[in-house]
């Protein structure tokens, strides 16, 4: 791959971190909307490495009331992973280990199985590469002025 830098084992390439960022952006609102929620209290974090925050709609077997929720928690070493609490701490019981950048109508799918009792734990969790994870979420990048970005709320610094 021209340009792209080797260490570790990780091929680094150098995608437009905007573009990057804009895909990640895009690849939470996309999740969302096949989960069928909104973005209220959603985020997605980008410092050394990229992660995003979707809670779900409140059940009303979900933690018994106490201020908690079912939340969906994404990072790019690891993937999607289901669990209840706050942003502040999320006790996690469940991850999708088969892919780190899974459609979005793969995680919907996932959190019903899991919701269902039906999710089969993950044997092996993916391989990561940090610059095909990057390209990957580049990829969700809108392209053109018909596909709208701003209705996620702003990274959380």
């Known amino acids: 791959m021209r340009g792209a830098t080797t260490t570790g084992g990780n091929v680094i390439a150098d995608p437009d ?18 989960l069928g929620t909104g973005l209220e209290g959603s985020w997605y974090g980008w410092n050394t490495e990229a992660t995003a925050y979707l809670p779900l709609p409140v059940s009303p077997c979900s ?31 469940a991850t999708y280990g ?17 919701m269902r009792g039906s999710h089969e734990p993950a044997v092996t969790a993916a391989d990561y590469v940090r610059g095909e994870v990057r390209l990957r979420l580049a990829a969700y990048a809108p392209s053109g002025p018909d596909a709208p970005t701003a209705t996620l709320p702003p990274r959380r610094r």
């Open 17 to 34: 971190a905007d573009t990057t960022r804009c895909g990640l952006h895009r690849y939470v609102q996309l999740v969302a909307a096949a």
């Open 63 to 93: 933690a018994g009331g106490h201020g908690q929720r079912f939340t969906l928690l994404w990072h790019e070493r690891s993937g999607w992973s289901l669990g209840v609490g706050t942003h502040d701490e999320v006790v996690v019981f």
């Open 98 to 114: 088969h892919d780190v950048v899974p459609a979005p109508r793969v995680v919907a799918a996932f959190v019903h199985d899991v």
